[in-house]
């Protein structure tokens, strides 16, 4: 079974940077694609950025084009987030998720497994 544990969330001041990482066990890595979403209190979930297989294309949402990057290094079955410029509007909480199908990055139903979630809070 696929798991995915995000860690790296936390509080900062708007501007700051944060990495998360999010270690993928259960099954061959470079199979999946890769993507971010995040959820703010009563808001839906929301598409951040995707990573396709081997890492080739990237697509993100509008919002954090510019300012987030997501990468993966399939020797060490992780995926990452770097956020630079944060903003207050990016308080959320940020999970990983896993598609096995490679139907397509952005669709948050194509996603099969996901992880916790971990915390982000961006102060003004």
């Known amino acids: 079974q696929v798991q995915l544990v995000e860690s790296g969330g936390g509080l900062v001041q708007a501007g700051g940077s944060l990495r998360l990482s999010c270690p993928f066990s259960g099954g061959t890595f470079s199979d999946y694609t890769m993507g971010w979403f995040r959820q703010a209190p009563g808001k839906e979930r929301e598409f951040v950025g995707g990573?396709?297989?081997?890492?080739?294309?990237?697509y993100y949402a509008h919002s954090v084009k510019g300012r987030f990057t997501i990468s993966r290094d399939n020797a060490k079955n992780t995926v990452y987030l770097q956020m630079n410029s944060l903003k207050p509007e990016d308080t959320a909480v940020y999970y990983c998720a896993a598609e096995a199908a490679s139907f397509g990055i952005v669709p948050i139903d194509n996603y099969d497994y996901w992880g916790q979630g971990t915390q982000v809070t961006v102060s003004s």
């Open positions: 990573i396709s297989g081997d890492g080739g294309t990237a």
